[in-house]
């Protein structure tokens, strides 16, 4: 926003400058008197533990002169009862109090701070004004005014004026290097989402670009401000899609000054075994289907066995005997529990240990606790155990149910058909479990039958973005980490590109084991122009018939241009031309296509003098700290850098370049100001599927924020060709 001298000489403006400026030297002064203080722990250890703790602390409190301390002001009226009649508050990201303790700055996610994001002409909240700031560079540039109550003939005039301006510049803005937060211009649907309690699960379905990951991720930051303590006890994550899809989330939550939640991808999770092999898709549909629970779980308890014998348990000079019947009642009791099988192992040994302890009672003896616990680790109670219910491995079982035809059959004769018995063994079944080639698909099963052994442990919350795309197995990997937890589902169905997917929210939420979440919808689009959005919604009705047609709020941008060459060679000619086009406008440029056809565009572009990055080049080595030091030296290295000016281009890595060439199967979720995207038709076709092709088509024209150049020498499919 430029700076005018009317501006300039508001008095209005000033006496917020002034305010802006005595509370960055508050924060500072927050900031030296967090470092002004001494770690003392009782211990060496437990002093360098504080020493980080204060770090971290001081690091979260360091000003970003890029970054407005405040964004918002409430003016509570002076007439209307409420809890903050008559006070007036600055809303920020984060809170900064005065030498007093007064608040200079109230944090976003603070209860005082809800009528910034809720109050409406028609339900005021107590607020006499609402007040939004404008910036440029840090520097205070504009005051936007909504007035309430008395005034409220006025704020419907602001509404029928089209909103705010200062919220229309901030969706209008070009994007560059990773995502940003939205936490000055939350709207109330959104908001309703992001302030949902600790114990509500709730899934999102959304139209591209309607800010189900932002809402996510802010989600997580208000659930770390109102439940603090829960969160870090029992820990929160966030799941996506790819490694490169979370870097370019990844600097959202610590910019709003979270740095302690984990974020992974469904494969990390699943982390059991490397993923060394690929499969057909039908095969890995199967695996990813919920049947395989069921035959896994048979797999699992099938070890069970009749206790051979009795066992006789030697104690000094007596001699004790447990009939093998008991140790099957024993047995018998413990199925009937919900108990994991491995549990279930120690547990047998026990009751098998307290049986020959209730006979060394009726027998005048008064042993104890040790001798229970002695009695359990014989070796004649370990050895009845390993008879009875013997250990389980998960490679070396599902080795087995690949391998043996009879072992598969056994667990899944009434559940999987023979044909699908069959796509499941191996042709040429390696030799031993360490052997074995998995697939991701397998590793998922590795992971449930981990799950039945031994129970996997909750966190109090996680975050799962692009959940369409998850099998039924997948799944049930992220409910078992958040069965005493909630869960915030992100996704849209018009956008699931796996031959796996569930297809529909409710059976999705079920295996989640969340069938209660609420299906809440985005309709307003953030992202894609008008006209964009209208152009890729014309494969809707092929893909996702049920699904409204998406809206956008955008205004500006737009533009739209679909490019016919006559050839390959006209087509790498014209194909130069737009993206140096591309290159002389501001803002980022992804260029999209197959992801086989990448290496050649490169190539043509780097022969035309055009360099560009790759969004799947290898990482870049990690921050030293991060190389060397311990993890939590690692977090406080990372807010460090959150916190400074140069994090975006630091955080994005090789793909921070202007020009980015995008594999067609990662650019879900991602975002440029200009999308050049080539050849639709190998697009689609590489999928396989028709109705797959059509999604990831879709996924593809619906990543632009400004522009989208569609460029084909090939036909375009039908369905987008109306
Ligand atoms: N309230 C808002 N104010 C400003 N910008 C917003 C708002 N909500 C979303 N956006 C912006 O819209 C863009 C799209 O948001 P986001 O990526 O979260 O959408 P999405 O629904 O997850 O999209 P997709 O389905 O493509 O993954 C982002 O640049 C985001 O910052």
């Known amino acids: 926003m430029p700076e005018n001298g009317a501006i300039a000489q508001d008095p209005q403006v000033t006496a917020e400058r002034e305010h802006l400026e005595a509370s960055r030297a508050a924060l500072r002064a927050m900031r030296e008197d967090t470092l002004a203080l001494k770690a003392q722990g009782g211990t060496g250890w437990s ?30 009226s002076a007439e209307e009862e409420s809890e903050f009649t008559g006070e007036h508050f600055y809303v920020g990201r984060r809170h900064v109090h005065d030498a007093h303790g007064d608040p200079m700055v109230v944090d976003w996610r603070a209860p005082v701070s809800l009528a910034f994001y809720r109050a409406s002409a028609k339900q005021s909240m107590g607020l006499a004004l609402r007040r939004r700031f404008g910036f440029s560079g840090g520097v205070l540039t504009a005051i936007e005014d909504e007035p309430f109550g008395d005034a409220a003939r006025d704020g419907a005039a602001h509404e029928a004026a089209g909103g705010s301006q200062i919220l229309r510049q ?13 936490v000055a211009t ?10 949902a309690d600790l114990g509500t699960s709730i899934c999102v379905q959304g139209a591209p670009g309607t800010g189900k990951t932002a809402v996510g991720l802010h989600r997580v930051a208000f659930l770390l401000y109102a439940h603090r303590e829960r969160i870090k006890r029992g820990g929160a994550l966030v799941v996506g899609p790819n490694r490169q899809f979370l870097k370019y989330i990844e600097q959202v939550l610590p910019a709003l000054g979270e740095i302690d939640v984990a974020q992974a991808t469904v494969d990390e999770l699943v982390d059991r075994a490397p993923v060394r092999a690929t499969e057909d898709g039908a095969v890995a549909r199967l ?8 035959v896994l779980a048979r797999a699992v308890w099938a070890h069970i066995a009749e206790p051979a014998d009795s066992l006789l348990v030697v104690r000094g000079s007596r001699r004790w005997r447990v009939p093998a019947y008991e140790v099957a009642e024993h047995i018998e009791a413990l199925r009937g529990r919900d108990v994991r099988y491995s549990a279930g192992r120690t547990m047998l040994a026990q009751r098998i240990a307290h049986s020959v302890l209730t006979r060394m009672e009726e027998a005048g003896e008064s042993p104890d606790d ?4 002695a009695v359990a680790r014989s070796q004649p109670v370990r050895k009845a155990v390993d008879q009875a219910w013997p250990a389980v491995d998960p490679a070396k079982l599902l080795h087995a149910l690949f391998s043996s035809p009879e072992r598969l059959a056994a667990a899944a004769g009434d559940v999987l058909t023979e044909e699908e018995q069959r796509s499941l063994l191996w042709t040429k079944p390696p030799r031993s479990a360490g052997a074995a080639r998995w697939t991701a698909a397998d590793v998922v099963l590795l992971d449930e039958l981990a799950d039945l052994l031994e129970r996997t442990a909750s966190l109090a919350h996680v975050v799962v973005d692009e959940a369409q795309d998850l099998s039924a197995m997948q799944l049930r990997a992220v409910s078992r980490r958040c069965t005493t937890g909630s869960v915030t589902v992100l996704g849209d169905i018009a956008q699931a590109t796996t031959p796996w997917a569930t297809g529909s929210w409710s059976i999705a939420l079920e295996h989640l084991g969340k069938a209660e979440a609420h299906i809440e919808e985005l309709t307003q689009g953030f992202r894609v122009p008008r006209q964009i959005i209208e152009y890729a919604a014309r494969l809707l009705p092929s893909i996702a018939p049920e699904l409204a047609p998406p809206t956008s709020v955008r205004q500006q941008g737009g533009g739209l241009e679909v490019v016919g060459a006559k050839d390959d060679a006209d087509l790498t000619r014209r194909l130069v031309e737009i993206v140096r086009g591309a290159l002389g406008d501001e803002g980022s440029i992804g260029l999209i296509a197959a992801d086989a056809d990448l290496d050649r565009i490169g190539r043509s572009l780097a022969k035309a003098g055009i360099p560009a990055g790759r969004l799947d080049a290898e990482e870049p080595a990690a921050s030293s700290a991060e190389a060397t030091g311990s993890a939590a030296e690692a977090e406080v290295a990372h807010a460090v850098v959150a916190n400074a000016a140069a994090a975006d281009a630091a955080a994005a890595g090789p793909e921070s370049g202007r020009l980015v060439l995008v ?3 990662l650019a879900k979720g991602l975002e440029y100001d200009q999308v050049i995207v080539v050849e639709p038709g190998a697009i689609a076709e590489a999928e396989h599927d028709a109705l797959l092709g059509l999604r990831r088509l879709y996924v593809v024209l619906t990543r632009a924020v400004t522009r989208l150049t569609v460029l084909h020498a090939r036909p375009l499919p039908a369905e987008l060709a109306v």
């Open 186 to 195: 939350i709207q109330p649907e959104q908001d309703e989402i992001v302030r």
């Open 370 to 373: 040790r001798v229970q616990n």
């Open 287 to 294: 695996k990813g289907d919920v049947r395989m629970a069921e």
């Open 663 to 665: 594999p067609a199967t």
């Open 47 to 76: 002093t360098e533990v504080l020493n980080l703790a204060l770090q971290a602390r001081a690091a979260a409190l360091v000003d970003r002169p890029d970054v407005p301390l405040f964004f918002g002001r409430l003016d509570y």
């Open 170 to 182: 901030e969706i209008e803005r070009p994007r560059t290097g990773p995502m940003r937060d939205i």
